[in-house]
């Protein structure tokens, strides 16, 4: 499973990151978590609000601050 956070580098993005990470930490799924923060690349996923959520390619969640057990919810 890969999982991207995309964001502009804010905090409230990075919050999203560690939150991400986390929750996979600790639902013992095996995934790749990523931080991305060029704009280009975000914009592949047509995401206009951040922090965003892609699991395996796919947008999950955008322009909100997920907290980590909801983030489990999305990676089951």
């Keep these: ?5 995309l964001g502009s ?3 409230t993005c ?5 939150y991400v990470k ?3 930490n600790e639902s ?3 995934a790749e978590v990523e931080y991305i923060t060029d704009m280009e690349k975000v914009m592949t996923f047509g ?3 951040m922090p965003a959520i892609v699991i395996d390619e796919k947008v999950v969640s ?7 057990k909801d983030v489990a919810k999305l990676i089951k």
């Design 47 to 49: 995401v206009m609000s």
């Design 14 to 18: 990075h919050t999203q990151y560690e």
């Design 22 to 24: 986390k929750a996979v």
């Design 9 to 11: 580098g804010c905090k």
């Design 28 to 30: 013992g799924v095996n």
């Design 1 to 5: 499973m890969n999982i991207k956070v």
């Design 62 to 68: 955008s322009g909100k601050l997920i907290k980590p």
